[in-house]
């Protein structure tokens, strides 16, 4: 075991766009666990919009330290533990930061079985798994015949949301930025059709992809995006609100989409948000989907490993400006 | 019987607010109900922020005929019946227009029972206290110790919620224009407290009333006062949404609040539109309560009649302007 932490910290609140400026390497003692606490070390650390989000100021977490070890949550080896609830060797999901090490609270880890492909406990059996699995069929809930509209389609939860939506019977159409992640959205995932953000206006391409409207809208981006599925719902439609990647990286937008709530009024639509973690005590159910799904070749898993914690920060940073396809993650 | 039928017509539609140029008096030809159709003889129009709304486009009814007779729901008495469903002397609700009689397929009416005050089928036991039911209690999930918001608080609907909100347990702040309906609202009906947003700043005032956050808001003004209780609900909180006022007597705001859809994910929010009309199907639970609460005094009626169809234009005209305390209507 080494003795040594690797550390990436967030040394300042970033103003505008997220930079390499805004992090910098380090080296911090190897934590010590405490009563009640694990000893981890990290393997995988989760690449997220929503890691982006927390540094504008207190979210569904507590405000970032800016100084300290950059948060994110990550897949984990016990080291040693003081929780009667781990033991050396056990596999666990929790926010380790960005480090090699962490000590952290047995009660706020997730076990993790040892599958074959770690990597999944981070993708389809994992945050973006669970995240698409919950947000789409509970808080969507799709119906068969219904037209489905997903937006950052190519990223880890969307590229999820919408093969989930075609096995259950859905028109799916993803909304995508660039032509290549639109034309692997329809040739490799088997999406209905595919709007490219970058490339052509919005409204004008869901109008035709969706003639009939749009029965539910999984939103991940927020603004303007947000704004044209709203004016393309139909009535008693369902926009699951998973996150809004529009405003993050940046100073949000002034205002909100035109629409609310008048539409929401006229058409009987519900917008409902959600976290993922409040769903992970019904874990159980969504895996056993997600497995047979994955076993039967109807739900294909993608996954953009990036090598080495030092390279943390250009990951997200990447990540915001749309370069990964499916779920982006550090191997450390 | 008269075989004369008085009609106001809307002439156009108006650009900016809502004047009495955009109506004239006149005088149509007796309406002759057709196959499955009834002749009925207006008694009371109900005036409805929603009127305004219509003149927009299509809502939730097609778009309104500009030259034709003003849109406009009211309870009616049956002259003539071609429909299976009614007979002469039969009450019912339906969209009559503003006129003296009108002609109106049976499938679209509403039959009501002949209660002792009349004006009550559109105000606790009609469209007002129906909206108020099942909006704030199907759509809000109002739980016991929770603190709910409602906005135009002192209008029909909005006197209604909060006094359901206290028969259920809530703490009850109501929103409304002017030192005297804050005052009736708190003195009178029993609100907990009362926002005056025509006299001090909404945010601050509903932090000060709401310590503890907000675990319902029932929306019905949209705009600033909106995105003030949208950043201070609680994790978990629901907003039903009723209506827009703010938006529909002049050119709608170019943007929606903010907070949409940030809070919505953060916070676990569920916001939610409704119509009145998907609900008539399941009245008689509502009924129920609302005349067991009438009867056991919990439940006070406020109703604000107005005598003349003349004056039906400038009734829309100050309920627009938040004349109104409780129900308005004209009596025909």
């Known amino acids: 075991m080494a003795d040594v932490n690797r550390q990436v910290l967030l040394v300042e609140k970033p103003a505008g766009k997220l930079g ?13 666990p405490q009563d009640g606490e694990v000893l981890l070390r990290t393997l995988y650390i989760s690449l997220d919009a929503a890691n982006r989000a927390w540094m504008h100021g207190a979210t569904y977490r507590s405000a970032l330290d800016f100084g300290g070890v950059m948060a994110g949550g990550g897949v984990a080896e016990v080291v040693e533990s003081k929780s009667p609830d781990f033991k050396p060797g056990d596999l666990a999901f929790g926010d380790t930061g960005w480090q090699d090490y962490a000590a952290v609270k047995g009660k706020h880890l997730t076990k993790l079985p040892r599958v074959p492909q770690l990597t999944n406990l981070l993708s389809v059996y994992g945050i973006a798994g669970l995240t698409a699995y919950f947000g789409f069929l509970d808080i969507g809930q799709p119906k068969e015949g219904e037209t489905v509209v997903v937006s950052a389609a190519a990223g880890s939860v969307g590229s999820i949301v919408g093969q989930i939506g075609k096995i259950k019977g859905c028109r ?15 040739s490799e995932l088997g999406f209905d059709a595919a709007v490219d953000y970058k490339g052509e206006s919005v409204f004008k391409a869901l109008k035709a992809a969706a003639p009939k409207g749009i029965d539910v809208y999984f ?7 947000l704004e044209a599925c709203l004016a393309q719902m139909n009535i008693g439609g369902r926009i699951a609100c998973c996150g809004a990647i529009s405003q993050y990286d940046g100073v949000p937008d002034a205002a909100g989409p035109r629409g609310v709530p008048g539409l929401i009024v006229v058409k009987r639509l519900r917008m409902q948000g959600f976290i993922v973690t409040d769903y992970f005590k019904d874990q159980a159910r969504a895996l056993k989907d997600l497995q047979a799904w994955v076993a039967a070749g109807k739900l294909k898993v993608e996954e953009d490993v990036i090598d080495g914690l030092e390279n943390t920060p250009q990951a997200l940073i990447g990540l915001l400006a749309g370069e990964n396809r499916g779920k982006r993650m550090v191997k450390v």
Do not use: R, Y
Not at 20 to 32: C, L, N
Not at 219 to 225: A, E, K, R, Y
């Open 20 to 32: 390499p400026e805004h992090f910098k390497m380090s080296q911090g003692a190897m934590p010590v």
């Open 172 to 186: 799916v159409i993803g909304i995508a930025g660039g032509k290549e992640k639109c034309e692997w959205l329809t």
């Open 219 to 225: 939103d991940n981006v927020g603004g303007t995006i």
